[in-house]
Protein backbone atom coordinates (compact mmCIF):
# COMPACT_ATOMS: atom_id res chain seq x y z
CA UNK A 1 0.00 0.00 0.00
CA UNK A 2 2.69 2.59 0.91
CA UNK A 3 4.52 2.02 -2.39
CA UNK A 4 0.62 2.39 -4.80
CA UNK A 5 0.29 5.72 -2.10
CA UNK A 6 3.62 7.15 -3.68
CA UNK A 7 2.91 5.86 -7.48
CA UNK A 8 -0.66 7.91 -7.67
CA UNK A 9 1.33 10.64 -5.47
CA UNK A 10 3.24 11.40 -8.47
CA UNK A 11 0.61 10.62 -10.97
CA UNK A 12 -0.81 13.35 -8.94
CA UNK A 13 2.03 15.93 -9.82
CA UNK A 14 2.72 15.08 -12.58
CA UNK A 15 -1.32 15.56 -13.95
CA UNK A 16 -0.98 18.98 -12.24
CA UNK A 17 2.08 20.07 -14.04
CA UNK A 18 0.87 18.48 -17.67
CA UNK A 19 -2.48 20.77 -17.69
CA UNK A 20 -1.01 23.55 -15.72
CA UNK A 21 -1.23 27.04 -18.06
CA UNK A 22 -3.45 29.49 -19.00
CA UNK A 23 -6.65 28.75 -20.49
CA UNK A 24 -9.84 31.23 -22.55
CA UNK A 25 -12.32 31.93 -20.30
CA UNK A 26 -15.30 29.70 -21.54
CA UNK A 27 -17.63 28.47 -18.97
CA UNK A 28 -18.19 25.10 -20.83
CA UNK A 29 -13.99 24.38 -20.22
CA UNK A 30 -13.65 26.62 -17.13
CA UNK A 31 -16.42 24.60 -15.13
CA UNK A 32 -14.31 20.84 -15.97
CA UNK A 33 -11.03 23.08 -14.97
CA UNK A 34 -12.84 23.57 -11.85
CA UNK A 35 -13.66 19.80 -11.23
CA UNK A 36 -10.19 18.69 -12.39
CA UNK A 37 -8.21 21.52 -9.73
CA UNK A 38 -10.67 20.37 -6.79
CA UNK A 39 -10.22 17.14 -7.99
CA UNK A 40 -6.91 17.05 -7.97
CA UNK A 41 -7.12 18.47 -4.12
CA UNK A 42 -9.40 15.86 -3.03
CA UNK A 43 -7.16 13.31 -4.41
CA UNK A 44 -4.10 14.45 -2.16
CA UNK A 45 -6.23 14.39 0.60
CA UNK A 46 -6.98 10.74 -0.23
CA UNK A 47 -3.28 9.80 -0.20
CA UNK A 48 -2.80 12.18 2.79
CA UNK A 49 -5.79 10.53 4.94
CA UNK A 50 -4.65 7.09 4.22
CA UNK A 51 -1.00 7.90 4.93
CA UNK A 52 -2.10 8.50 7.97
CA UNK A 53 -4.65 6.21 8.84
CA UNK A 54 -7.67 7.94 8.31
CA UNK A 55 -9.49 5.45 6.32
CA UNK A 56 -12.70 6.22 6.51
CA UNK A 57 -12.40 9.78 5.71
CA UNK A 58 -10.40 8.73 2.63
CA UNK A 59 -12.93 6.30 1.51
CA UNK A 60 -15.31 9.23 1.99
CA UNK A 61 -14.03 11.74 -1.19
CA UNK A 62 -13.61 9.08 -3.54
CA UNK A 63 -17.46 9.53 -4.59
CA UNK A 64 -16.93 13.24 -5.04
CA UNK A 65 -13.87 12.41 -7.50
CA UNK A 66 -16.33 10.55 -9.04
CA UNK A 67 -19.01 12.39 -9.11
CA UNK A 68 -16.64 15.69 -10.30
CA UNK A 69 -15.40 13.48 -13.20
CA UNK A 70 -19.23 12.53 -14.73
CA UNK A 71 -20.59 15.58 -14.37
CA UNK A 72 -17.35 17.61 -16.07
CA UNK A 73 -17.90 15.39 -19.12
CA UNK A 74 -21.20 16.19 -19.15
CA UNK A 75 -20.89 19.97 -19.35
CA UNK A 76 -18.28 19.23 -22.09
CA UNK A 77 -20.58 17.46 -24.59
CA UNK A 78 -24.10 16.86 -23.37
CA UNK A 79 -25.22 20.01 -21.48
CA UNK A 80 -26.90 22.83 -23.44
CA UNK A 81 -25.59 26.31 -23.62
CA UNK A 82 -28.35 27.23 -20.83
CA UNK A 83 -27.44 24.26 -18.92
CA UNK A 84 -23.82 25.31 -18.57
CA UNK A 85 -24.42 28.69 -17.96
CA UNK A 86 -27.21 27.75 -15.26
CA UNK A 87 -24.35 25.23 -14.23
CA UNK A 88 -21.83 28.28 -13.44
CA UNK A 89 -24.33 30.84 -12.07
CA UNK A 90 -26.86 29.01 -9.79
CA UNK A 91 -25.51 26.93 -6.85
CA UNK A 92 -29.21 24.88 -6.78
CA UNK A 93 -29.05 23.90 -10.42
CA UNK A 94 -30.07 20.41 -10.32
CA UNK A 95 -27.88 17.96 -12.84
CA UNK A 96 -29.76 15.33 -14.30
CA UNK A 97 -29.55 12.06 -12.29
CA UNK A 98 -26.79 10.06 -12.35
CA UNK A 99 -27.53 7.27 -14.27
CA UNK A 100 -29.23 9.54 -17.19
CA UNK A 101 -25.59 11.56 -17.01
CA UNK A 102 -23.85 8.26 -17.37
CA UNK A 103 -26.04 7.40 -20.27
CA UNK A 104 -25.72 10.70 -21.93
CA UNK A 105 -21.64 10.54 -22.16
CA UNK A 106 -21.55 7.39 -23.28
CA UNK A 107 -23.66 8.64 -26.36
CA UNK A 108 -21.81 11.78 -26.63
CA UNK A 109 -18.08 10.27 -26.35
CA UNK A 110 -19.12 6.64 -28.35
CA UNK A 111 -18.45 6.25 -32.22
CA UNK A 112 -22.03 5.92 -33.52
CA UNK A 113 -20.87 2.07 -35.26
CA UNK A 114 -19.29 1.17 -31.81
CA UNK A 115 -21.34 2.42 -28.97
CA UNK A 116 -20.13 1.40 -25.31
CA UNK A 117 -21.20 1.82 -22.03
CA UNK A 118 -17.72 2.75 -20.68
CA UNK A 119 -19.33 5.56 -18.28
CA UNK A 120 -22.66 3.33 -17.23
CA UNK A 121 -20.86 0.79 -16.15
CA UNK A 122 -18.36 2.47 -14.45
CA UNK A 123 -21.24 4.39 -12.24
CA UNK A 124 -22.48 0.97 -11.92
CA UNK A 125 -19.01 -0.36 -10.51
CA UNK A 126 -18.43 2.57 -8.39
CA UNK A 127 -22.07 4.22 -7.35
CA UNK A 128 -23.20 1.81 -4.12
CA UNK A 129 -19.77 1.52 -2.51
CA UNK A 130 -18.64 5.01 -2.81
CA UNK A 131 -22.72 6.73 -1.62
CA UNK A 132 -22.15 3.76 1.38
CA UNK A 133 -18.91 5.33 2.19
CA UNK A 134 -19.75 9.10 1.78
CA UNK A 135 -22.88 8.79 3.60
CA UNK A 136 -21.80 6.67 6.34
CA UNK A 137 -23.97 3.90 4.84
CA UNK A 138 -23.51 0.23 6.24
CA UNK A 139 -20.21 -0.43 4.62
CA UNK A 140 -18.81 2.34 6.40
CA UNK A 141 -20.10 1.33 9.50
CA UNK A 142 -19.43 -1.77 9.59
CA UNK A 143 -15.65 -0.71 8.93
CA UNK A 144 -15.95 0.39 12.52
CA UNK A 145 -14.92 -2.92 14.31
CA UNK A 146 -12.67 -5.09 14.74
CA UNK A 147 -14.41 -8.34 15.81
CA UNK A 148 -15.92 -7.20 19.39
CA UNK A 149 -13.91 -4.03 19.98
CA UNK A 150 -14.46 -0.41 18.54
CA UNK A 151 -11.56 -0.38 16.46
CA UNK A 152 -11.84 0.61 12.67
CA UNK A 153 -10.18 -2.34 10.24
CA UNK A 154 -10.78 -1.40 6.09
CA UNK A 155 -9.91 -4.59 3.88
CA UNK A 156 -6.40 -3.11 2.12
CA UNK A 157 -8.38 -4.31 -1.03
CA UNK A 158 -10.96 -1.12 -0.33
CA UNK A 159 -8.73 0.66 -0.13
CA UNK A 160 -6.94 0.18 -3.17
CA UNK A 161 -10.23 0.12 -4.86
CA UNK A 162 -11.23 3.53 -3.74
CA UNK A 163 -7.91 4.80 -4.37
CA UNK A 164 -7.85 3.41 -7.82
CA UNK A 165 -11.35 5.01 -8.54
CA UNK A 166 -10.19 8.43 -7.68
CA UNK A 167 -6.81 7.85 -9.41
CA UNK A 168 -9.04 6.89 -12.78
CA UNK A 169 -11.46 9.54 -12.19
CA UNK A 170 -8.73 12.45 -12.03
CA UNK A 171 -6.83 11.25 -14.86
CA UNK A 172 -10.31 11.09 -17.39
CA UNK A 173 -11.11 14.30 -16.19
CA UNK A 174 -7.12 15.87 -17.08
CA UNK A 175 -7.15 13.70 -20.43
CA UNK A 176 -11.08 15.32 -21.03
CA UNK A 177 -9.18 18.73 -20.93
CA UNK A 178 -6.14 17.87 -22.95
CA UNK A 179 -8.40 16.69 -26.10
CA UNK A 180 -11.22 19.65 -25.59
CA UNK A 181 -8.21 21.99 -25.92
CA UNK A 182 -6.48 20.22 -28.61
CA UNK A 183 -3.42 19.57 -26.29
CA UNK A 184 -2.97 16.23 -28.32
CA UNK A 185 0.81 15.92 -27.07
CA UNK A 186 -0.57 15.68 -23.47
CA UNK A 187 -3.52 13.88 -24.15
CA UNK A 188 -0.68 11.16 -24.95
CA UNK A 189 1.47 11.43 -21.85
CA UNK A 190 -1.58 11.17 -19.71
CA UNK A 191 -2.80 7.88 -21.41
CA UNK A 192 0.32 6.72 -20.57
CA UNK A 193 -0.65 7.13 -16.67
CA UNK A 194 -3.94 5.20 -16.99
CA UNK A 195 -1.13 2.31 -16.55
CA UNK A 196 -1.06 2.19 -12.80
CA UNK A 197 -1.06 -0.24 -9.69
CA UNK A 198 -2.63 -3.35 -10.81
CA UNK A 199 -5.38 -2.32 -12.83
CA UNK A 200 -5.12 -0.29 -16.38
CA UNK A 201 -8.43 2.11 -17.36
CA UNK A 202 -8.68 3.82 -20.64
CA UNK A 203 -10.60 6.66 -21.03
CA UNK A 204 -12.78 7.54 -24.60
CA UNK A 205 -10.24 9.51 -27.16
CA UNK A 206 -13.48 10.94 -28.75
CA UNK A 207 -13.80 14.69 -27.63
Not at 47 to 56: D, T, V
Request: charged letters at 25%; aromatic letters at 8%; hydrophobic letters at 45%.
Amino acid sequence: MPQRLLEVEEINERLGRVLHGRYTDERRLTLPLAYLNLSLDHHRAIILLMRNGLHGSALALVRLVFEAMIRAHWIVKCASDAQVEKAAEDDNFKFPKMDDMAKAVDQAFSDPNEPNTFFQQAKTDAWRATNSYTHSGLLQLARQFTGDCLEASYPEEDLISGLNAATASVLMLGLLIALFTGQHGKADDIEKLFAFGETEVRGSRQV
